[in-house]
C-alpha cells in the first residue's frame, strides 16, 4: 500500500472503531487508477453522506448511525455493497486530505525550517543544520500522512503533559473528531461542486445552489463543529490538530447574497473559522507552559544533586533542556521521547504560523506573544546547542557572566541573512535540481510568516498609539524582511513563474501557495503603511518622502500584478482539464493553486489583487481597442485572471465564488 493510501484506522488506533467507516477493506485497492470524480461515484457519496451522520448519545461519545432509506437494504449482499461504498467514500476524502493539507505540511513544517526543532544547531559558532533522510522522502513523489500520524503517536505518549490517560470513551472520540473534521476539510473539493470553469456569468453563482450540494457540505460542517464542541474538555492532541484542520474549512455560505466589495471584506472577517484556530493555539501554549516547567524542575532537581552548595552553577541553557532526551512522567513511567518531543515542537511551531498569519489578516494582537515564543520559552532535549555555552552565571556570587537574549528572538533575524537559519540562504535559480527547489522553498517558509509578524507588529504600535521612533522602526523592521526576500527566494520565484509548466507539480504547489501568502502580506503592510501615513504616526519627514516616492501605491501595484501572475500559471493547468495526471488526486490537479489547504488566504489575497487592479482600470479608455500595453487595458486583463482564479477557486468555496462575482460586475461597470 502506496503513502497516499496510508491506512488510518492504523494511525487513529481508536479503541472501538466499530462506529465508524470501516476503512480496511480497502487496503490492497490500486487508488491511483481509480477515477474518484466520476459522476456516478459523486451520486452515490451524495447519497451515502445524506443518509448517514454522525450523532451525540453522551458527553464523551461520538457515534455513528446509519438512517435506512425508504427502501432499505435488506439483504446481507446489499450491506456489504453499502459498506464498500460507504469505505471507498471516506477514503476518497482521506486522499484529498493527504494530496492538500500533507502535501503543503511538507514545504511548511519540518525539521529543516522549524526554530524549535533540535535538528537546528550550532556548532563552533556556526550555524549547522541536521536533516534527516525521513524529510527529504517526504519530498518525493510518495509522501505519508506525516504530521496526522505523528500527532496520533504523540497523544498516546504525552500523559506527561496532560497528567492523566484518556479514557477508553475519550480515546475514540478524539479519534472520531479528527477523523469527523478530516472529511469536512476534504468535502470542500466535492466533485459535486460547480464545474462551470472560469465563467463569471451571473447563472454560475444560481447554478452552484443545488440542494443536494449543499445539504452534504452543511452536514459534513456541522458535524465536525458538533464533534468539536463535544470533546472540548478532552485534553488531546489530536483534538486540538483538529481544530486546526477545522480552522482551515470554510463554512458554506449563502450564494445568493452579493455584498458590494467593501461588505465583501467584512463577510471575510466574520468568517468563524479562526475562532478554532485560536482554541487550538490556546491549548498547545498551555500544553507548552507545563511541559516546560516540567523539564525545568526536574532539570534543577537533577543539578542539585549533582553539584555540592558552593560550587553550584547556573547555566541559562540548562532552562532549554531536560537531563537526558527523555521526559518520563513519575507517577506513570511514560516517557516522551526525542520523535515525539519534536513533534510537539512542530506542533506548536504550525499553531504560531498559522495564528501569526490569521492576526495580521483580522489586525489582532497574536495568541502567544515574542516574548512567550522566544527560544528561551521552549524546553527541548537537543536546544541546549542553540545557546552559547557563555550565558553562565555563578550562582556563589563570583564569576557571573553576561546574560543576554540575543540570538534568541524568533522575530529577530533568525530566518535572515545574519539569523542561524538565514545563513543557508543561496541564490538558487531555476533550473536546479528538485531538492534544491524543495530546500530553498522550505526555507522561505518562515520568512514568509516572518514578514505577517511584522506587519501585526506595526498594527500593534498604531493601535497603542506609539511614538514617532517606535513606528519608524516597526516600518524598517517589515522593510528589512520585505528586501531580503526580493533579493533571495523572490528571484527564485519568478524562475518557477517563466518556467511553472517544466516544474514538478509538487514544486508548482508549493511555490505559487507560498508566493500567493507572501505578496498578500505585502499589501497588508502597504496598508498598515497607509494608516500610519494617513494618522501621522511616523515622522514627518519620513512621511513627506514616503508620498513623493508613491510607495504605497507602488507596493500594491507589484505584488497585485505578482499575484495575477500566479493566476495565470494555475489557470494554464486548468485550460488542460481533464486533469493533468501529476500524481495528485483529480479534485486538485486541475490547477495548482487546488492543492492550498487554507483557501481562505488565498481568496483574501487574489480578491485584495483584483480589487487593485480594478481601481487602475479607466472607466472611459475601454470604448475603443486598446494596446496590450496600456496601463489600464493591463490592469482589466489582470483583474479577470484574478476574477478566473476566484471562479477557479469557486468550485470549492462560496466565498471565492462571491469574490469571483463582486470583481466581475465592478470590472463589467467600469468596462461597458
Not at 176 to 198: D, H, K, Y
Not at 528 to 533: G, K
Not at 536 to 562: C, F, M, P
Request: proline share 4%; net charge negative; glycine share 6%.
Amino acid at each position: 500500500m502506496t503513502p497516499v493510501t496510508e491506512n488510518f484506522d492504523h494511525i487513529f488506533n481508536a479503541h472501538d472503531t466499530s462506529s465508524m467507516p470501516s476503512l480496511g477493506v480497502l487496503q490492497d485497492l490500486d487508488y491511483e487508477n481509480k477515477n474518484w470524480s466520476s459522476p456516478n461515484f459523486a451520486k452515490n457519496a451524495a447519497e451515502l453522506c445524506l443518509s448517514e451522520k454522525w450523532h451525540i448519545d453522551s458527553p464523551r461519545r461520538l457515534c455513528y448511525s446509519k438512517e435506512r432509506s425508504s427502501s432499505g437494504l435488506q439483504s446481507s449482499s446489499h450491506t456489504l455493497t453499502a459498506e464498500f461504498s460507504r469505505s471507498a467514500f471516506t477514503e476518497n476524502f482521506f486522499r484529498i486530505y493527504h494530496d492538500s493539507m500533507e502535501n503543503a505540511l511538507s514545504c511548511w513544517l519540518n525539521e529543516r525550517n522549524c526554530p524549535y526543532s533540535g535538528f537546528i544547531g550550532r556548532r563552533h559558532g556556526n550555524k549547522s543544520m541536521l536533516l534527516s533522510d525521513a524529510i527529504e522522502s517526504e519530498w518525493g513523489p510518495n509522501w505519508s500522512n506525516r504530521i496526522c500520524a505523528r500527532v496520533c503517536r504523540l497523544d498516546r505518549t504525552s500523559v506527561s503533559i496532560r497528567g492523566r490517560k484518556l479514557t477508553a470513551i475519550e480515546e475514540q472520540a478524539a479519534s472520531q473528531t479528527l477523523q469527523t473534521v478530516i472529511i469536512a476539510f476534504a468535502a470542500q473539493w466535492s466533485p459535486q461542486r460547480n464545474q462551470s470553469g472560469a465563467s463569471t456569468d451571473s447563472g454560475a453563482l444560481q447554478g452552484r445552489n443545488d440542494s443536494t450540494n449543499i445539504s452534504i457540505i452543511n452536514n459534513l460542517w456541522n458535524q465536525a463543529r458538533q464533534a468539536l464542541n463535544s470533546t472540548a474538555d478532552i485534553p488531546s492532541f489530536r483534538i486540538t490538530f483538529a481544530n486546526i484542520v477545522f480552522s482551515l474549512t470554510q463554512k458554506p455560505l449563502n450564494v445568493h447574497q452579493m455584498p458590494e466589495l467593501a461588505g465583501l471584506y467584512k463577510l471575510f472577517d466574520a468568517d468563524p473559522s479562526h475562532l478554532f484556530l485560536e482554541t487550538a493555539v490556546r491549548q498547545l501554549f498551555s500544553y507548552r507552559f507545563k511541559l516546560t516547567k516540567s523539564l525545568r524542575q526536574r532539570n534543577f532537581q537533577y543539578k542539585d544533586k549533582r553539584a555540592g552548595p558552593n560550587q553550584r552553577r547556573f547555566n541559562h541553557s540548562e532552562l532549554s533542556r531536560p537531563s537526558s532526551g527523555l521526559c518520563r512522567d513519575e507517577a506513570t513511567g511514560n516517557v516522551l521521547n526525542a520523535e515525539d518531543e519534536e513533534t510537539f515542537n512542530l506542533l506548536f511551531w504550525l499553531g504560531i504560523m498559522f495564528d501569526t498569519l490569521t492576526a495580521a489578516m483580522h489586525q489582532r494582537p497574536p495568541i502567544i506573544s515574542d516574548e512567550d515564543s522566544k527560544l528561551s520559552c521552549v524546553t527541548t532535549s537537543q536546544h541546549h546547542s542553540l545557546i552559547p555555552n557563555e550565558f553562565e552565571i555563578d550562582l556563589d556570587g563570583m564569576d557571573f557572566g553576561e546574560y543576554t537574549t540575543e540570538g534568541m528572538d524568533v522575530w529577530g533575524n533568525l530566518f535572515l541573512g545574519d539569523g542561524r537559519i538565514g545563513q543557508q540562504v543561496r541564490n538558487v535559480t531555476w533550473p536546479c535540481t528538485y531538492k534544491e527547489a524543495a530546500e530553498i522553498l522550505s526555507d522561505a517558509a518562515p520568512v514568509k510568516v516572518l514578514l505577517f509578524r511584522r506587519v501585526g507588529r506595526l498594527q500593534t504600535l498604531i493601535y497603542r498609539g506609539a511614538g514617532p521612533e517606535c513606528v519608524e522602526e516597526g516600518i524598517r523592521d517589515a522593510f528589512e524582511v520585505y528586501g531580503q526576500w526580493n533579493t533571495t527566494y523572490g528571484r527564485f520565484i519568478i524562475d518557477c513563474i517563466a518556467h511553472h509548466d517544466k516544474i514538478p507539480a509538487r514544486i508548482q504547489s508549493w511555490y505559487i501557495i507560498l508566493a500567493a501568502h507572501w505578496h498578500l502580506g505585502a499589501i497588508l503592510l502597504a496598508d498598515t503603511l497607509e494608516d500610519v501615513d494617513r494618522a501621522h504616526l511616523g515622522h514627518e519627514t519620513n512621511r513627506e518622502s514616503r508620498l513623493r516616492s508613491d510607495v504605497i501605491a507602488v507596493l500594491r501595484h507589484e505584488n497585485a500584478a505578482a499575484i495575477s501572475d500566479i493566476a495565470q500559471c494555475s489557470l494554464r493547468g486548468e485550460a488542460q482539464y481533464p486533469p493533468r495526471n501529476q500524481g495528485f488526486h483529480d479534485d486538485i490537479d486541475r490547477a495548482a493553486f487546488l492543492a492550498e489547504p487554507w483557501t481562505a488566504v488565498l481568496i483574501r489575497s487574489l480578491t485584495c489583487a483584483g480589487s487593485i487592479l480594478l481601481r487602475k482600470v479607466d472607466i472611459s479608455s475601454h470604448s475603443i481597442h486598446l494596446p496590450q500595453n496600456d496601463p489600464s487595458e493591463d490592469a482589466r486583463r489582470r483583474c479577470m485572471l484574478c476574477i478566473d482564479a476566484l471562479q477557479c477557486l469557486g468550485d470549492k468555496s462560496d466565498m471565492a465564488a462571491l469574490a469571483a462575482q463582486t470583481l466581475s460586475d465592478g470590472l463589467r461597470c467600469k468596462t461597458q
